[in-house]
């Protein structure tokens, strides 16, 4: 009897550490649960219904019933439409080049349009600027042709490269260049969590450097996506990589392991939906439709649009936003050195005050503990921290 008392009850013992392996997991699955909902709201909240919002279009000609049709649209349109009119054909092509206006109606016959319209109904629209507003400006014009009873001619005056029809192309670039960029904050963060911030900042820029130089390989020589301008495209794609794993490594200081989340949604979730690589702003609700006037993949697609399709027009403004992107992964990692050098000194100071203090109450009464057992637990869980953290961004 007293054998079977003294018996270690190895079930019990078992139950808490089973306990705490499950809470372990669960905890674990709150990120891909919490990316699902974020997935769910940003995607669908962007994509699923889009439907014009001012969208701004011109009627071509100075004649009251150009006037009159204009603002005929505008009433029926109840805001999804911005209609106005431009003199000349030449000036409507250069508004669609300055993506002032995404579609230029030419009612045909000449009398009541003034010199210079086509006698069949034209419109003028420029697919490189976004294929899906080209799309919607048809369908709203279309019924206009078929009440003059002849079929509406349309002419794009920026086509896309031969190899990008639907010009979404350079949007699959953005995601390509966006999962290198954010699934190497988790490596940095997590296996270079060793290194001084310095060191990881010089790593984040290089790694930006070989996933800007993969992506710009992608968009000329692989897919042809891009037939001209790719040494702009680069500096594009570097500028934009670079700002997401500087922000990302600084951020990894202070998320931990939940930065895979962290980045996808600033970087997935808020900024596939703003880009404008699907659907321009004016095809979005107001929320989307405001990020894109400053979120580094708007930057980015658009910045590479107005440089290989428009001449340039607009260029400066979207390279400023990503060289704001930049400044802002600039300071972040500044602000995760001095916290983390903070930590450290408070940590070593309480070591040192903890040493003392421990060692002078027990120096001579209690026998030294079995070296390296608990450095070499905290090592093996620090250790698996970083390869969960890793395989989560991965999986992702």
């Known amino acids: 009897m007293t054998a079977d008392r003294r018996r270690p ?79 000349d054909r030449a000036t409507a092509i250069e508004q669609l080049k300055d993506q002032d206006v995404f579609g230029a109606y030419l009612a045909g016959g000449g009398r009541t349009t003034g010199p210079g319209t086509p ?67 988790a490596v940095l963060g997590g296996a270079g969590a060793v290194l001084p911030m310095r060191l990881r900042a010089a790593l984040a820029i290089g790694t930006s450097f070989v996933v800007s130089i993969i ?62 690589g699907i659907f321009r702003p004016e095809m979005q609700n107001g929320f989307f439709a405001a990020l894109h006037s400053f979120w580094n993949g708007a930057g980015f697609v658009e910045g590479t649009r107005s440089h290989v399709y428009f001449a340039d027009h607009g260029l400066a403004g979207h390279v400023w936003t990503l060289v704001g992107w930049l400044i802002v992964g600039l300071l972040t990692v500044g602000v995760a050195a001095l916290a983390e050098k903070r930590r450290r000194t408070a940590e070593a100071e309480a070591v040192a005050h903890a040493g003392a203090v421990a060692a002078a109450a027990v120096a001579a009464t209690v026998p030294e503990r079995a070296p390296g057992r608990t450095s070499t637990r905290s090592a093996a869980q620090g250790e698996t921290d970083v390869e969960e953290e890793m395989e989560e961004a991965v999986g992702v």
């Open 9 to 87: 009850d190895h079930h019990s013992d078992r139950h808490p550490t089973r306990a705490a392996d499950l809470r372990h997991v669960v905890t674990h699955l709150l990120t891909p649960l919490l990316m699902c909902i974020g997935m769910g709201l940003a995607y669908l909240g962007a994509f699923a219904n889009p439907a014009p919002h001012h969208l701004p279009v011109a009627i071509v000609g100075t004649s009251t019933h150009a006037q009159v049709l204009a603002q005929t649209l505008n009433d029926e349109a109840h805001g999804a439409l911005e209609a106005r009119t431009v003199p």
């Open 119 to 185: 006698r069949t109904p034209e419109l003028l629209v420029a697919t490189a600027g976004s294929d899906t507003s080209a799309t919607v400006v048809q369908k709203v014009f279309t019924p206009l042709a078929t009440q003059q009873g002849a079929p509406l001619k349309v002419t794009d005056v920026a086509p896309t490269a031969a190899n990008d029809p639907t010009g979404q192309g350079i949007f699959f670039l953005l995601v390509a260049l966006s999962i290198g960029s954010y699934a190497s904050v």
């Open 215 to 276: 992506g710009t390989l992608f968009a000329g020589p692989v897919f042809h996506l891009v037939d001209h301008g790719l040494w702009a495209l680069w500096s594009l794609a570097w500028l934009y990589s670079a700002g997401i794993l500087l922000v990302g490594t600084g951020l990894h200081t202070f998320l931990k392991r939940w930065t895979t989340l962290g980045v996808m949604t600033l970087f997935v979730m808020l900024n596939f939906t703003s880009s404008g």
